[in-house]
Each structure stands twice: as structure tokens, then as C-alpha cells.
């Protein structure tokens, strides 16, 4: 089984008021923040038993959260698999014909190489794979 449920992306307007109700529903704290720059996001993120839940909320108007929010309100963004060689299934996915939106593995939030797909190509859901940095 080469795809693991990482962790759901959720965008946010107002990162503290989230990760606050975000704590009290899963009775957990928040165990990481990080300001994304290039991305023009700072994402909390929450430990499930299964996966994360990521908060992101826009740092600036060019961000892509930012024009998410104006166009759909808070809600999920995208979700993220976990693969264990993104560039060999980044080559994959490209050949089968999905678009991706990076064509070379990027650094993303919480120590990983990230790709995104765009939703046209996967029913509708923005798609993130990911590869742990160190692995
Ligand atoms: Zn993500």
C-alpha cells in the first residue's frame, strides 16, 4: 500500500480562533506552527490517530488560501498522501496524464517534499503528496 492519509488541510481565516476550537474538539494541543512563505501561509497542525488535521490561514492576499476563502469560505482545502518516493510517483502520475502543479518536489510545512494535483483531475479534491525530507 503505497498511499497514507498524512493529513487533511482545512483553510482558515482566523488561525488562532481555529486552533482553539480545533483543541477543544480533539481534546489535543496544537503541536506545531510554521509560517510557510512561499506558500503565503502559516499552518497549526493537530495529531490524530490516523492522521493530522492542518490549519492554514493566509499571510497575504497572493496566497492561494487567501483566494480559496474569497471564492469558497473556510472549509477543507486538500488532502495529503504520504508516498514513500514522491519524484518516482510524481513521473507516474504525470505519464497517466494528471497535472500537477509542481513539476519538481517543493519544500512544504512540517520537514517534507510536497507535490500538489490539480483537482480537475481527481474529482474535485486538491491532492498533496508528500514525502518525509529525512526519509
Ligand atoms: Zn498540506
Do not use: W
Not at 469558497?72 to 498522501?81: C, L, Q, R
Not at 514513500?84 to 512540517?110: C, F, H, V, W
Request: with cysteine.
Amino acid at each position: 500500500m503505497n498511499y497514507k492519509l498524512e493529513h487533511i488541510g482545512i483553510a482558515v481565516r482566523d488561525l488562532e480562533v481555529s486552533i482553539k476550537t480545533y483543541e477543544t474538539l480533539l481534546n489535543t494541543k496544537c503541536f506545531k506552527r510554521e509560517t510557510v512563505e512561499s506558500e503565503g501561509v502559516i499552518t497549526a497542525f493537530f495529531q490524530t490517530e490516523n492522521t493530522k488535521i492542518e490549519l492554514l490561514e493566509a499571510i497575504n492576499e497572493n496566497s492561494l488560501i487567501h483566494k480559496f476563502i474569497q471564492k469558497k469560505g473556510e472549509g477543507i482545502h486538500h488532502m495529503a498522501f504520504e508516498v514513500k518516493d514522491i519524484k518516482t510517483e510524481m513521473s507516474r502520475l504525470a505519464e497517466e496524464g494528471y497535472r500537477l502543479l509542481n513539476k519538481e518536489p517543493k519544500q512544504g510545512a512540517d520537514q517534507k517534499l510536497v507535490c500538489f494535483i490539480h483537482p480537475k483531475d481527481t474529482s474535485g479534491v486538491l491532492l498533496e503528496l508528500c514525502q518525509e525530507l529525512n526519509s
